[in-house]
């Protein structure tokens, strides 16, 4: 009980100590709002190799006029040569039109480590449009010595923010 009544005391105290030297107290600003979707899951099987497991999100961010959108990634299996492109590209959208825009090719990460994590993420947007924010993206991957080219997948975007 004792230190209840000192603390009730000092903060007593640092009141009257602020009213009286004129200072005026602001509430601290809000902080950011942000929402990332469920996690997307999908198993990549380069020819020949061993299979990548790869897990991905999509997020976006409102911070006052401040909006970004970003994709984030992590992946486990077997290092060694499984791609010839491994690119993750991300939107900042407002009302599905593209806001910003990020491309990211992180072929050597994924090749080179049997386990990491990226996000890749678009310069922030400063406007003070409010509502319909969401973060998209893509991975866009081509298997090692396969001889069909470019294949994508196409991410579910984000929650919108209001």
């Keep these: 009980m004792r230190t209840i009544k000192i603390k009730s005391v000092l903060a007593v105290s640092a009141a009257a100590l602020v009213a009286g030297s004129g200072l005026v107290l602001t509430a601290a600003p809000a902080s950011a709002a942000s929402k990332c979707g469920a996690d997307q899951k999908k198993t990549f099987s380069p020819p020949g190799r061993a299979n990548t497991f790869v897990t991905a999100r999509t997020c976006v961010q409102s911070d006052g006029t401040m909006k970004r959108g970003w994709v984030e990634i992590s992946w486990t299996g077997r290092a060694g040569a ?5 690119i ?6 407002r009302n599905d039109a593209e806001r910003g825009y990020a491309y990211c090719p992180i072929t050597p ?4 480590s049997s386990s990491g994590s990226y996000t890749c993420d678009p310069l922030p947007v400063r406007t003070s449009q409010a509502g319909g924010w969401t973060g998209d993206g893509k991975i ?7 001889g069909k080219g470019d294949f994508t997948w196409d991410l579910k975007g984000s929650p919108k923010l209001s």
């Design 82 to 86: 499984k791609f010839d492109d491994f």
């Design 88 to 93: 993750v590209t991300a939107r900042l959208e």
């Design 109 to 112: 990460d994924v090749n080179g």
């Design 140 to 146: 866009i991957y081509d298997y090692n010595d396969d």
